[in-house]
């Protein structure tokens, strides 16, 4: 069965940086599509990124294009979200998904395993 293990949330001043990391046990996902999400206090889940098994595309929400990156390191099984330019408005939870059959990049729905998620607050 498969884990994933969020970490490197925290409380960040607007304008800094964090760098989120998504570590998976009891399986290898380098064959699978992994994306990072997030939730507000009384908001809907939300894409943020994601990634192909392969490295080589990258999806964001429009509005952390420019700011944030998403990256993998398939033999450490691990998948990174870099923050930079980090807003009030990025304050969430913030989770690990990954799906290794067809799965829509931007549907929370169509992901079949998630980490605990990890928070990021940022002080304006």
């Known amino acids: 069965q498969v884990q994933l293990v969020e970490s490197g949330g925290g409380l960040v001043q607007a304008g800094g940086s964090l760098r989120l990391s998504c570590a998976a046990s009891?399986?290898?996902?380098?064959?699978?599509?992994m994306g990072w999400f997030r939730q507000a206090p009384g908001k809907e889940r939300e894409f943020v990124a994601a990634?192909?098994?392969?490295?080589?595309?990258?999806y964001y929400v429009a509005s952390v294009k420019g700011r944030f990156t998403i990256s993998r390191d398939n033999a450490k099984n691990t998948v990174y979200l870099q923050m930079n330019s980090l807003k009030s408005e990025d304050t969430a939870v913030y989770y690990c998904a990954a799906d290794w059959d067809s799965v829509n990049y931007y549907k929370w729905e169509t992901y079949g395993a998630w980490g605990q998620g990890t928070q990021v607050t940022v002080a304006s």
């Open positions: 009891g399986r290898t996902t380098s064959s699978a599509a």
């Open positions: 990634i192909s098994s392969s490295g080589r595309s990258t």
